[in-house]
């Protein structure tokens, strides 16, 4: 299996005046195409830093992270991004749709970004949206979408682009019980059909018993199983 996201003796620590704090040690992990990862820990075990060193947003204070064949870490603030828009995709525990913009547009407008054609941009979209139960809804606004509904939306906008990875952070953390259970399906779904590999934060219990591996962080550590 390739590997789409390497991480390599990530440590962060932080410094107060006197006081200094090391929020991650020295992790090391890799996620190989296709492959969904849950991440899972108490509050403040350094989950969100983590997941925010992957994408470029947090520097480490050592250590490096790799997406496919394109180092992160020592990538210059322009080319983080352009590594964002080529090969990640994201899912947040809100939406964050754009409010203006119809679920079709929301899903076209990051492959616009990426110098897609309108035309292909278009059908992508409207096939993502098809995917996940809402043909009848491509030319609604959010707010005129349930919150399943928004994040269905979410989930094909991050697809939209055909990442190698997603981070998901809390991705059902604003939904009920019925719409928990069908994005935990689709998020299943949709990695098999496109082949992006998922890396979840979670304390969803039964997203993380779907995944196909289980990352515990405790006190700025990993381990493969629970303690």
Not at 48 to 56: D, K
């Amino acid at each position: 299996m390739s590997k789409v996201l390497v991480a390599s003796n990530i440590s962060k620590h932080y410094s107060d005046g006197d006081v200094n704090l090391t929020v991650l040690h020295d992790l090391d992990f890799s996620v190989g195409a296709g492959e969904r990862v849950s991440l899972v820990g108490r509050s403040g075990a350094g989950k969100s830093t983590l997941l925010h060193i992957l994408a470029g947003l947090t520097e480490p204070s050592s250590g490096e992270v790799v997406i496919g064949d394109r180092n992160m870490t020592s990538a210059t603030p322009s080319n983080r991004a352009a590594i964002r828009r080529d090969l990640m995709g994201f899912v947040y525990q809100y939406h964050h749709l754009l409010p203006d913009f119809t679920a079709l547009e929301n899903v076209v407008i990051p492959q616009l970004i990426s110098q897609e054609k309108v035309s292909n941009a278009e059908r992508r979209a409207t096939e993502l949206l098809t995917s996940v139960g809402l043909a009848d809804r491509l030319n609604h606004r959010p707010a005129q979408l349930s919150g399943g509904e928004r994040q269905r939306v979410a989930l094909s906008r991050a697809l939209a682009t055909k990442p190698l990875l997603v981070l998901a952070d809390e991705p059902t953390g604003n939904l009920d019980k019925a719409n928990e259970k069908l994005v935990l399906e689709l998020m299943k779904d949709l990695s098999e059909q496109h082949g992006a590999a998922f890396v979840t934060v979670t304390h969803n219990e039964d997203l993380a018993l779907q995944s196909d591996r289980l990352l515990y962080l405790d006190d700025g550590r990993l381990s493969q199983h629970a303690d």
